[in-house]
C-alpha cells in the first residue's frame, strides 16, 4: 500500500532478497539486514520498497510485508539462480527495469540505500541522472577478501573501483562497526563520509529464555554439552576450524559432546561443495556419530538452537559484523569467535565470550573448553551477553539511528547544505 502521507524510499539489494529464506550460501546476513531494516523504517513512518533481482520463476513479483514495507523483485537476467559473480552483466537490465518501475509508479524516490557493491552501481548511475541521496551498505568488502583468495576473479577490478567510488561519491557510507570504518579508510579511500551504524537483531525474537525448555524441544539430551556453529556454508567461514577443534576436544576424553552445525541449502546449489567438504571431514576425524547437520533452520525456529547451546562459535576467517554473533548472546550463549572485524565489535572478552586467532585450532579447542567446563562463570556471561545485546544492538535502536541520518541528509539536500554537521543519536531501546 503507498501512502501519499509518508516518504517513499528504495532499498536496493540485488541478489540478497529480504523475502528469502535465509542460511542457503547467497542468503545471509544482508537479506537479514534489509529485510529487517526496512520493516523498521516501515513502522518509523517510512514507505519502504524493497528491490531485488528476481531469481524464480515461481517467487512473487512483489512480496508485501507490511501496510507500507514491500519487497519488488525486479527482472535481471534469467529469472534462475546466477551466482553473484556472474551477475554484473545484469545490472544495466536491473537498472532499466527499477527506472521502469519507477515511471509505472509515477515517481521517483528521493533516497536510495544500496547494499552490496553490485547495487552500488546500480545506485550511482541513478545518481548521475536524478537527483538522489545515496547511501550505502558494504555488507562484504573486495580489498578485505581478496587479501585470502588464491584466485581472483575476473571482475576484480571492476568491484575495487566501485568500491572506492561509492565511498567518495555516495552522501553517506554505512559501516557496521569501528572496524570496518578503519578498513574502509585504510584500504578503500580516505575520502567520502561514513557512519558507524551497527547491525541489530530481533530482541524479541532472539532472547533469555529457558534452556532445559529447548533442549526439550529439539530432543536433546540434558546431560550432552551442545557446541553450535549457525550460518553459510563458505570456506572463509572457517567451519574446517571448528570441526578440528571439536574433535580434538573429543578425543581428549569427553565422552557426552554434541557438534549441532545449522545452515546450507540442497546439494545442488554452490555451497554443497563446501558442505561435502566438512561432511567428509568430520567422518575422516571420527566424530560422525556426535554431530548433527541440522541444514537450514528459520529464525522462528533458530533461538532454541542458541538457547538449547553451551557454546556458540564463530571461526569466520573475516566478519564485516556478524549477526549469529549478537543472536546468539542475546539467547545468553557464550561466543567462541575469530578475533576479526566486527566481531572485536559486538563480543566482549572475557565478559560476553572469547575471542580467538582465526583458524588457530588449539585456541579453539581451548576457548570452548574454557567456557564448556566453568558453570559459575558461564552463568554470569549468559546475563551479560544478552544484557549486552539488548542494549547495544536492538533492530529498533539501530534503526532509529539510520532514520535520523536519512532524515539529515534528505534535509541537507533541500537547504543545499554543504558541510556535514552531523551528531549520531544515541542508541535508543526499543519502544
Ligand atoms: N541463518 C538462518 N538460518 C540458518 C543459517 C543462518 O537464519 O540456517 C541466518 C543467521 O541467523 C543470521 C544470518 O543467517 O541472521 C547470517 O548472518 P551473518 O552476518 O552471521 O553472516 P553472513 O551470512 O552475512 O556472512
Redesign the pocket.
Known amino acids: 500500500m503507498l501512502s501519499l502521507n509518508r516518504q517513499a524510499i528504495a532499498l536496493i539489494s540485488d541478489h540478497a532478497d529480504p523475502a528469502a529464506e535465509?542460511?542457503s550460501e547467497e542468503a545471509?546476513?544482508?537479506n537479514?539486514y534489509v529485510r529487517h531494516v526496512g520493516e523498521t523504517l516501515a513502522a518509523l513512518g517510512w514507505q519502504v520498497d524493497m528491490f531485488t533481482r528476481k531469481n524464480h520463476t515461481d517467487t512473487e513479483a512483489i512480496v508485501q510485508h507490511s501496510p507500507h514495507c514491500r519487497t519488488i523483485r525486479l527482472k535481471a537476467g534469467a529469472e534462475s539462480y546466477i551466482s553473484r559473480d556472474l551477475l554484473f552483466e545484469h545490472m544495466p537490465e536491473f537498472l532499466d527495469s527499477f527506472q521502469a518501475f519507477q515511471r509505472t509508479q509515477g515517481m521517483n524516490y528521493p533516497l536510495v540505500h544500496t547494499n552490496y557493491w553490485l547495487s552500488a552501481w546500480v545506485g550511482m548511475e541513478l545518481q548521475k541522472t536524478s537527483g538522489i541521496q545515496l547511501i550505502h551498505t558494504y555488507?562484504s568488502l573486495a580489498a578485505v577478501k581478496y587479501q585470502s583468495l588464491v584466485e581472483i576473479p575476473h571482475f576484480a577490478n571492476t568491484r575495487l573501483k566501485i568500491e572506492r567510488e561509492i565511498l567518495e561519491r555516495a552522501n553517506c557510507v554505512i559501516a557496521t562497526s569501528p572496524q570496518e570504518q578503519e578498513t574502509l579508510r585504510s584500504l578503500v579511500s580516505t575520502r567520502g563520509q561514513i557512519e558507524v551504524i551497527p547491525?541489530g537483531t530481533d530482541t524479541n525474537n532472539f532472547r533469555l529464555t529457558s534452556k532445559t525448555h529447548a533442549r526439550a524441544k529439539l530432543k536433546l539430551d540434558s546431560r550432552e554439552k551442545v557446541v553450535l556453529y549457525?550460518?553459510?556454508f563458505d570456506e572463509r567461514?572457517g567451519i574446517e576450524t571448528l570441526v578440528r577443534a571439536f574433535a580434538l576436544l573429543k578425543s581428549d576424553e569427553f565422552k557426552n559432546l554434541k557438534l549441532i552445525i545449522?545452515?546450507?541449502s540442497s546439494a545442488n546449489m554452490p555451497d554443497g561443495a563446501e558442505r561435502i567438504r566438512i561432511e567428509n571431514l568430520v567422518s575422516e576425524l571420527g566424530i560422525k556419530d556426535s554431530t548433527v547437520f541440522a541444514?537450514?533452520?528459520?529464525?522462528d525456529v533458530?533461538p532454541f538452537y542458541y538457547t538449547a547451546a553451551d557454546v556458540c562459535v564463530i571461526p569466520s576467517h573475516y566478519?564485516p559484523?556478524?549477526?549469529?554473533?549478537i543472536?546468539a548472546m542475546a539467547c545468553g550463549v557464550p561466543v567462541v569467535a575469530s578475533n576479526v572485524g566486527g566481531l572485536k565489535f559486538t563480543i566482549i572478552p572475557e565478559e560476553t565470550g572469547l575471542l580467538v586467532e582465526p583458524k588457530n585450532v588449539e585456541a579453539f579447542a581451548n576457548g570452548i573448553h574454557r567456557i564448556l567446563f566453568d558453570e559459575l562463570w558461564v552463568r554470569k556471561m549468559r546475563k551479560q551477553a544478552s544484557a549486552n545485546v539488548n542494549q547495544r544492538f536492538s533492530w529498533s535502536g539501530v534503526t532509529i539511528q539510520l532514520s535520523e541520518l536519512y532524515r539529515h541528509v534528505l534535509a541537507r539536500s533541500i537547504m543545499h547544505e554543504q558541510d556535514w554537521s552531523y551528531k549520531m543519536p544515541s542508541m535508543t531501546r526499543s519502544a
Do not use: T
Not at 541444514?295 to 529464525?299: D, F, S, Y
Not at 559484523?321 to 554473533?325: R, S, T, Y
Open positions: 535465509i542460511g545471509g546476513g544482508q537479514v555488507h547491525c549457525v550460518g553459510r567461514k545449522v545452515g546450507g541444514g537450514r533452520i528459520g529464525h533458530l566478519e559484523f556478524g549477526l549469529v554473533a543472536e
